[in-house]
């Protein structure tokens, strides 16, 4: 682990620290370093765990005197356990932004918070999973929808379908996550291991040379 020590000048935070790993690429902590130190110098009053949006992930605030420690969601727990490593969050974010980019399309970033309409059992594929727009304008939808594409399976029955947050749903299905900030209109289709992306029913392939283009040649 390395720790990342910053100093601000925030209204009551002059410097925060946060850890990552040894993989972490430079890239990704100099994109948190630059937002997170102007979001401080903003000069808004932090309070002791105060949770604070990064992408789709939240970090906590852990405040002893004037010095902030970040501390991120471990993404195996319910309910969430915070932990100091943040590596995690910073990668979320590179997919959640390199994915729709892949597509020409624009990023439409929920939060782990907001929630999905969901099958019972859509763990197991095969299974589709769509973006809606919010029409109940409820603050807390994210407009996703996870059906299974099962013969068998009755996606209409109330009874098989219940509301998760998404980061419930990623516990159970980490797969879906980089596809999560796909905008209004993705479909994606989870058939033997291999996703295959809509937009309004029309196939997607990713630009060649792109983030999905290279994954899905490697298998990742």
Known sequence: MTINYREVH?????????????????????????WFDNFVNKGDQFNQD????????YLKCNIQDSHMQLLAPDFMSLPIQWQSDITTCLFFLMEHKYVPESYNLDLDMPSLQDTAVVIKGFEEEPIIMFRMKNEDGLESDSGWTMNSLA???????????????LYELVLSAPHILRFLSMPVGTQIVFKESSASVFLNNEPLLPKKDSYMDKNNRAGV
Do not use: H, R
Not at 10 to 34: A, D, Q
């Open 10 to 34: 925030g209204k009551n935070i002059k410097s925060y620290s946060f850890e990552v790993g040894e993989n972490c690429p430079e890239l990704l902590i100099n994109w948190f370093t630059e």
């Open 50 to 57: 105060q949770l604070v949006q990064y992408g789709w992930s």
């Open 151 to 165: 013969e068998d399976a009755d996606n209409n029955d109330p009874d098989n379908l219940e509301v998760v947050s």
